[in-house]
């Protein structure tokens, strides 16, 4: 797509679910929309063969999908600065364990990426 550059095309090309208690229909080139039982709908998307799924953007989301327990590798960018308030990533009685010791990339900006694996779901 013109004047998107290769992240705009790459973007563009693959696919990508939205979910939404409140859209009818998505426009995004390659988007579907997931609505009804979300975590039922994620976990048959887990099924499928092919790439991993990233979750972005949304903290009820993640702390669905986190409860749910599907959630594979936590990746978290934490950026130098401090707001003192906003909404947490982590809903307030969340109790989450991870293994090891995290990976850690620094980039040149001052981003810390972090990823955990978690602790596997108790039966």
């Known amino acids: 797509m013109k004047g998107t550059g290769d992240f705009g095309v790459k973007m563009n090309s693959m696919p990508k679910y939205v979910v939404s208690s409140s859209l009818d229909k998505v426009e995004w080139p390659g988007s579907k929309l997931v609505k009804g039982d979300v975590v039922a709908e994620v ?3 887990k099924e499928r063969p092919g790439n991993d799924l990233l979750l972005s953007g949304s903290g009820q989301l993640f702390n669905t999908m986190m409860q749910a327990n599907l959630i594979d590798l936590y990746r978290i960018m934490l950026f130098p600065v ?5 909404k947490r990533l982590f809903a307030e009685g969340t109790d989450k364990r991870f293994l ?4 850690t990339k620094a980039l040149a900006s001052g981003v810390v990426i972090l990823e955990y694996h978690p602790e596997p779901a108790k039966s």
């Open 100 to 103: 090891g010791v995290p990976a």
């Open 43 to 45: 976990g048959k998307l």
């Open 82 to 86: 401090v707001l003192g308030k906003g």
